[in-house]
């Protein structure tokens, strides 16, 4: 047992270390920087399942307390999950240091996972901000170089309250350490609160999420909205258990966020912002509950990661399904657009709560850590999630011309697999496949009522998509549409009651 603290805080920062040397030799560290990310990724799987729980103070009894336990473990999985996946689907248009600065945004973020002391999380927390500072501006065009600049100054200002708010808790407390915060003034209790929810992008404190979401790079924005944002997320969730008063503020803050996150999402027309207002949306949720929280944030970020990853910003797919439809010919790209169209639908699913696919589990673990007041405001938030998703899978499948994409499918089972399957292709297949895995682990959640209950939320998602498309305003509509624009609006209502009232008669 002496040496496990040596070993630990070794883990820790092997990744650091991999990424400094890995600006001199890129090409080597390369493969074993996706080898360690690989090793943490199997090793916070295996001790997650197994209810590991190790706490050592580093240094000394009165050093920095870290811990590795069911709040940490989770999200140190999803993000090394989150990097690989970007890893493999990488780009050349993007400098070879990206991938190391990725490597020490995953310590940087391990560190504000484990720790349970406010210094090391300040200090961790702003080399996070830096790391996704350079990751966004690295397409170094104006566009990125300006939304680079913005999250470096919204991120400095979010820890500088935050900061505030320690400074002003150690004047009472006499420590730095979290657990002692029961004893702080409610005014830096308001402040790390603050600065600790700027940075994971929910309600109001998350404004800044569209923006960056929708015009950075694809591959920085996978990272962001499948890692970054989780910083915060364990120190928020630690601190709703330890104070009644951060809990009970969290479960409202988390509501409005669901609600208006989502609400927000269905007003976008770009398919970038309404992933951004998605991400502030389901954060929300996860702050509901602080035992399940991390566990949440864990499968929202890979499947946010594969959205964005799959979501094609830069090009349309109507050049590739527009072709004749006698041409039966199916090449590369055919297979690489069926497969990231494969890859968004079940994500998007499984942030909806589709049975059998990992987000069913994670909303249902967060409905059963819910008071009872809160339980039908989490149903309307769950369907207006499914209208989001149903609006995006919309949106991708829009261009695609049915009968052409069947013919193209039944060819591609006459092709050899080797010669079109890529490493890229693998990995979303295999990343998919995992999403429908995760949920067998907790087989005793697939209850007749309970997946009764998912599938006529989702289906009142698509009725309340269709009806909330009727209310948009738009002054140069036939008549006809004007006619659906005033039947919309009830629409809305009868689903949301729909869906509160299905609730209430199956739980």
Same mark, same amino acid.
């Given at each position: 047992m002496i040496s496990n603290p040596i070993i630990f805080t070794s883990l820790i920062f092997i990744p650091i270390i991999t990424g400094f040397v890995g600006c001199i030799f890129p090409k080597v560290f390369y493969k074993i920087g996706f080898g360690i990310l690989?090793? &943490? +990724?199997? %090793? +916070?799987?295996?001790g997650y399942l197994n209810g590991f729980e190790y706490t050592y103070h580093l240094i000394n009894k009165d050093g920095i307390p870290l811990s590795f336990d069911n709040y940490s473990l989770p999200l140190i999985f999803g993000s090394s999950v989150v990097i690989m996946i970007t890893f493999i689907l990488k780009s050349k248009n993007f400098s070879h240091y990206f991938y190391q600065i990725c490597l020490v945004l995953f310590s940087a973020l391990s560190i504000s996972f484990i720790s349970k002391d406010l210094v090391s999380l300040y200090i961790a927390l702003e080399l996070t901000g830096f790391c996704a500072f350079l990751l966004v501006a690295d397409r170094n065009d104006s566009r990125a170089l300006f939304n680079s600049f913005q999250y470096l100054i919204g991120g400095g200002l979010a820890m500088l309250i935050y900061l505030i708010g320690v400074i002003q808790a150690f004047t009472?407390?006499?420590?730095? *350490?979290?657990? =002692?915060?029961?004893?702080? #003034?409610?005014?830096?209790?308001?402040?790390?609160?603050?600065?600790?929810?700027?940075?994971?992008?929910?309600?109001?404190?998350g404004v800044w999420v569209p923006n960056i979401y929708s015009d950075s790079n694809t591959q920085s924005t996978a990272i962001l909205s499948g890692c970054v944002t989780c910083a915060a997320v364990a120190p928020l969730s630690r601190m709703s258990v330890i104070l009644a008063p951060i809990g009970n503020s969290l479960i409202i803050i988390g509501i409005l966020s669901s609600i208006f996150g989502a609400i927000f999402a269905l007003i976008e027309n770009d398919d970038g912002r309404t992933l951004g207002w998605s991400s502030v949306s389901q954060l929300g949720i996860a702050m509901l509950s602080p035992t399940y929280g991390?566990? &949440?944030?864990?499968?929202?970020? *890979?499947?946010? +990661?594969?959205?964005?990853?799959?979501?094609?910003?830069?090009?349309?797919?109507?050049?590739? &399904?527009?072709?004749?439809?006698?041409?039966?010919?199916i090449n590369?790209? =055919? *297979? =690489?657009?069926?497969?990231?169209?494969?890859?968004?639908?079940?994500?998007?699913? +499984? *942030?909806?709560?589709? #049975?059998?696919?990992?987000?069913?589990?994670?909303?249902? %673990?967060?409905?059963s850590d819910l008071p009872n007041e809160a339980l039908i405001i989490f149903n309307s938030s769950a369907l207006l999630t499914s209208g989001v998703y149903v609006k995006l899978i919309i949106s991708r499948l829009n261009n695609i011309k049915i009968k052409y994409l069947l013919r193209k499918v039944s060819n591609f089972l006459r092709l050899n697999l080797f010669n079109v399957l890529s490493s890229k292709n693998i990995t979303l297949i295999l990343v998919s496949f995992s999403v429908f895995g995760f949920s067998f682990i907790q087989s005793k959640y697939f209850s007749l009522e309970k997946i009764q209950m998912s599938f006529i939320t989702l289906l009142l998602g698509f009725v309340f998509y269709l009806s909330f498309m009727g209310i948009k305003s738009n002054p140069s509509v036939s008549n006809l549409r004007k006619t659906i624009d005033i039947i919309g609006a009830p629409f809305v209502v009868a689903a949301l009651l729909l869906a509160n009232l299905t609730y209430l008669k199956i739980l």
């Open positions: 690989f090793f &943490y +990724s199997i %090793l +916070s799987l295996v009472y407390t006499g420590t730095f *350490i979290l657990n =002692d915060l029961i004893n702080a #003034p409610a005014t830096s209790l308001c402040l790390i609160s603050a600065g600790l929810l700027t940075k994971a992008g929910i309600f109001i404190c991390c566990l &949440y944030a864990m499968q929202h970020g *890979i499947c946010k +990661s594969i959205l964005f990853l799959t979501l094609n910003k830069n090009q349309t797919e109507t050049n590739i &399904y527009s072709n004749n439809l006698n041409n039966l010919e590369n790209q =055919d *297979i =690489d657009e069926l497969i990231r169209i494969f890859a968004f639908i079940i994500a998007g699913l +499984s *942030i909806s709560g589709f #049975p059998f696919l990992s987000g069913y589990i994670t909303k249902l %673990l967060v409905k």
